[in-house]
């Protein structure tokens, strides 16, 4: 695991994995077995961090075609970045041996209907916490009414915006995580998965 050092190898690791498993060619169990359990008992050195949504479909270390040890996983409905959120992806970057960062939506996602929802009738009635996760969709869906007003955006559209929206937000919320990124040792990289393809579209690389 701990043989990955850049975030190169690290982005070409995850769209191998993710080749594997569009194409049903997934290792058989990888990494679990009882030698890798002790063997991480000493500690873990994931290589990648993915803020997911929470969404059942989007299991990310089956996508990935990867085991325990390897990617250090933040799943939230949305695949929002609150502070405790940045927090746990800081503590994968600046604490452990996580090079590469990805933000990854997904196609027909729950939490971005439910926002378009929310946009369109907004006296419904939710919760604080669903309130919350909408609070930060509806930044993307205000962004993209203003660039193309009168347009009816899809969800899909909303959660490829919102996947750029999380990712200037961690640049401007994390200075320490800005600066590794300004200089080139770590990089932050959009994502969008597809369903039915299973397959993981890397976004602006
Ligand atoms: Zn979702």
């Known amino acids: 695991m701990g043989e990955i050092t850049s975030h190169k190898e690290a982005l070409r ?3 191998e994995g993710n080749a594997r498993f569009v194409s049903m060619k997934r290792r058989h169990d990888p990494g679990v077995d009882y030698e ?3 063997e991480l008992l000493k500690g873990q050195s994931p290589y990648a961090t993915v803020l997911s949504c929470s969404d059942s479909r989007v299991p990310v270390e089956l996508i990935f075609d990867e085991g325990l040890g390897s990617i250090f996983v933040v799943r939230v409905a949305g695949n929002i970045a609150t502070p405790s959120l940045i927090g746990s992806i800081e503590y994968a970057t600046l604490h452990s041996t996580s090079k590469l960062i990805v933000i990854m939506g997904h196609e027909s ?4 209907n439910a926002c ?3 946009y369109e009738n907004p006296n419904k009635i939710h919760t604080p916490g669903i309130d ?4 930060h969709i509806m930044r993307s869906v205000l962004k993209l009414n203003k660039l193309k007003p009168g347009h ?12 750029r929206t999380v990712k200037e937000q961690l640049l401007r919320e994390s200075p320490p995580l800005k600066k590794l990124y300004d200089s080139g040792h770590i990089n932050i990289v959009g994502a969008f998965y597809t369903l ?5 579209q890397f976004l602006d690389v």
């Open 132 to 135: 919350l996760i909408v609070k």
């Open 152 to 163: 009816k955006h899809t969800d899909d559209e909303v959660a490829i915006e919102n996947v």
């Open 109 to 112: 996602c729950g939490a971005v």
């Open 196 to 200: 039915a393809e299973g397959e993981v």
């Open 36 to 38: 890798l359990r002790a």
């Open 13 to 15: 690791r995850l769209k």
């Open 116 to 118: 378009m929802d929310i």
